[in-house]
């Protein structure tokens, strides 16, 4: 026998024990796995045997209920601008930081953070009446955030 012969061979005989090993398979005993059928109706039978799904939780955050600006364009982009204007104060440079709070008040004029910063920056430049006024507003606008609310009063309290 010449080389593609025996090649030839050997191919039909790993075919041959291939199929013979598949048919083997089946006659050894039951499958494993229950048939698809039964699957579908057992998942039918799981599912009306489930517990409902839990309520729905709603959020109870009163201060983004409450807070007109909160979550819009205008208030990301005004409370950047606070960000800033407390670097500013951080610094030193009073003047400049009183200039980015009151931008970032003419952004979102619904941003009681910014009024609260102006007024601390107003309080470093020695403008005690120009401070008093903007707290007041930040007092006003800052209903929703007791921390920040109370944080106004102090300065306030102390000022008057």
């Not at 799981?46 to 409902?52: E, K, R, S």
């Not at 709603?58 to 205008?74: E, K, Q, Y």
Request: proline content about 6%.
């Amino acid at each position: 026998m010449d080389l593609l012969t025996r090649g030839l061979a050997a191919s039909a005989l790993v075919a041959i024990l291939a199929v013979a090993a598949c048919g083997r398979g089946r006659e050894e005993g039951p499958r494993s796995e229950p048939p698809v059928r039964e699957a579908t109706e057992s998942a039918a039978t799981d599912a009306t045997a489930a517990p409902p799904p839990a309520p729905r939780v709603i959020s109870t955050d009163r201060a983004a209920s409450r807070d007109a600006g909160a979550g819009t364009a205008a208030r990301e982009s005004s409370l950047r601008v606070v960000e800033e204007g407390k670097g500013y104060l951080i610094a030193g440079q009073s003047a400049e930081a009183e200039r980015r709070f009151a931008t970032a008040t003419r952004i979102d004029a619904t941003n009681g953070f910014a009024y609260y910063w102006l007024g601390r920056a107003r309080v470093a430049e020695g403008d005690r009446a120009g401070a008093i006024g903007v707290l007041e507003k930040a007092e006003s606008l800052l209903g929703p955030y007791p921390e920040w609310r109370d944080m106004a009063r102090a300065l306030l309290d102390e000022l008057r």
